[in-house]
């Protein structure tokens, strides 16, 4: 039987790359949309007014504290009572970029302030405004200690993304689900599937690991 | 959008929201029990000498890694039963979360042993000790002051790893969310009060989080 189902998974391969290709789809546009709300929450969490601070940070605990399945039932059922009408691709793609820019805000403020303030004290003195300060002394120093666990980050947001099939996009996960109910071999089908994922995270969780390292360097260096 | 929430309908499922808020908590806790279990075994092999046993414990935790914990889930929902393994979901659950986080757990075993300088272990050995006796008063007890901090965190990410096991019908909190949204049409207050509960669990562990830091930095100060 086992090469009959062989054969039957390997004609349903378009099936899977269809879907592999809307994990990217799901992800990557989070991962656009959660870096850039991230920076631009982490910089007003490190640098901005107290009030401002607080709500992020609630906000931030609120996602951290509450499982992400939880978060897109949430945003995919009851956003339509109040009148917002979401396809399952939009809602998706919406909590997993909220996901991502809240993970991110914490990378972000926690490498802002961890540059020295003795930086910030010297760049005030020399007479650069505030974005300034930031743009050529502060986010600079800080990206290297942003830039290994973001890239982290972004490996998980690829396996976060598995959780939206749950509402119905049809990603890698959903293939094979839908796949196992013709093919009942699931070791074999979730095997494809683990593959395919492996595919995506692995090389990016090596390339974390290798931007960890060099960064390490450099900083020890200075 | 939540002007007509229905707390009484609330209050009508709180039995089953508390029944539901066990169920999460005891699966939280029964996988945590072996997901230390688990890592501590997968760290211990992937510190060995022997390469081969090394390289197993690496693949393991590389394969885990770098795929979602929802394919996992499926692999062994699906996957058990077509090689003859009939068991109730709630034991396929506990497996996935188990053998999920004690690849995590292995990674920060091993960076709190690996963080302790080689020099305290040279003077263990220079002043007898036997390799258990090293582990047990000099290597153990640091890397648990250590890592005390990341395993509650990884705890944290179990136990909403948890609301996954919704999907292969297993009855905990986002179970009992799903099923006032489709026996009464409600998903507001269904989700939202689920989203709660969860939140309770997450505060609580991020007090004991720092609770605990504050403690054992204050045992190791004296």
Redesign the interface.
């Known amino acids: 039987m086992w090469g009959f189902y062989f054969n039957e998974l390997m004609r349903s391969l378009p099936f899977f790359y269809k879907g592999l290709w809307m994990t990217v789809a799901v992800s990557g546009l989070s991962l656009i949309a959660g870096t850039i709300i991230g920076f631009i929450w982490g910089i007003m969490r490190a640098s901005g007014s107290k009030i401002l601070r607080s709500i992020i940070g609630a906000w931030v605990?609120?996602i951290?504290?509450?499982?992400?399945?939880?978060?897109v039932?949430?945003i995919f059922?009851?956003l339509p009572?109040?009148?917002i009408e979401l396809e399952a691709f939009p809602a998706a793609v919406i909590a997993l970029s909220n996901l991502a820019a809240c993970f991110i805000c914490e990378i972000v403020a926690g490498g802002i302030l961890a540059v020295p303030s003795g930086q910030r004290e010297a760049a005030t003195a020399s007479g650069l405004s505030a974005y300034h300060q930031l743009r050529y002394i502060i986010l600079p120093q800080a990206l290297r200690t942003i830039l290994p666990p973001l890239v982290g980050q972004f490996?998980l947001i690829?396996?976060?993304?598995?959780?939206v099939?749950?509402i119905g996009v049809v990603d890698?996960?959903r293939v094979?689900?839908l796949t196992?109910q013709r093919i009942?071999?699931?070791?074999m089908?979730?095997?494809l599937?683990?593959i395919l994922?492996?595919v995506i995270?692995?090389p990016l969780?090596n390339f974390s690991n290798f931007l960890e390292r060099r960064m390490t360097v450099v900083s020890t260096r200075l | 959008m939540l002007e007509d929430f229905n707390f009484r309908v609330i209050l009508e499922y709180m039995p089953l929201y508390l029944q539901c808020f066990l169920a999460t908590i005891w699966l939280s806790a029964a996988s945590l029990l072996g997901a230390i279990l688990v890592g501590t075994i997968a760290c211990a092999m992937r510190l060995s000498q022997s390469r081969a046993i090394s390289r197993i414990a690496g693949i393991y935790i590389e394969s885990i890694r770098s795929t979602p914990l929802l394919a996992q889930l499926y692999f062994f929902y699906f996957g058990l039963p077509s090689l003859g393994l009939m068991l109730p979901e709630w034991v396929t659950g506990i497996i996935a979360l188990t053998l999920n986080s004690g690849a995590y757990y292995a990674e920060i075993i091993r960076a709190g042993i690996q963080a302790i300088p080689f020099g305290q272990i040279e003077a263990g050995i220079s002043s007898g000790l036997s390799y258990f006796q090293r582990m047990r008063f000099i290597i153990l007890p640091q890397a648990l002051g250590m890592t005390i901090r990341p395993m509650l965190g990884q705890a944290i990410v179990l136990v909403k790893d948890s609301s996954l096991l919704s999907l292969i019908s297993i009855v905990e909190l986002t179970r009992a969310g799903q099923l006032l949204t489709s026996d009464r049409f409600m998903p507001a207050e269904g989700f939202l009060t689920t989203a709660a509960f969860y939140l309770i669990i997450y505060y609580m562990l991020k007090g004991f989080s720092s609770w605990s830091e504050k403690r054992l930095i204050f045992r190791e100060a004296h």
């Open positions: 605990d609120l951290r504290g509450t499982p992400f399945l939880v978060q039932f949430i059922f009851i009572s109040a009148g490996v690829v396996k976060d993304s598995s959780v099939s749950a890698i996960t094979g689900w196992v009942p071999e699931g070791l089908v979730f095997g599937v683990g994922y492996f995270c692995y969780i």
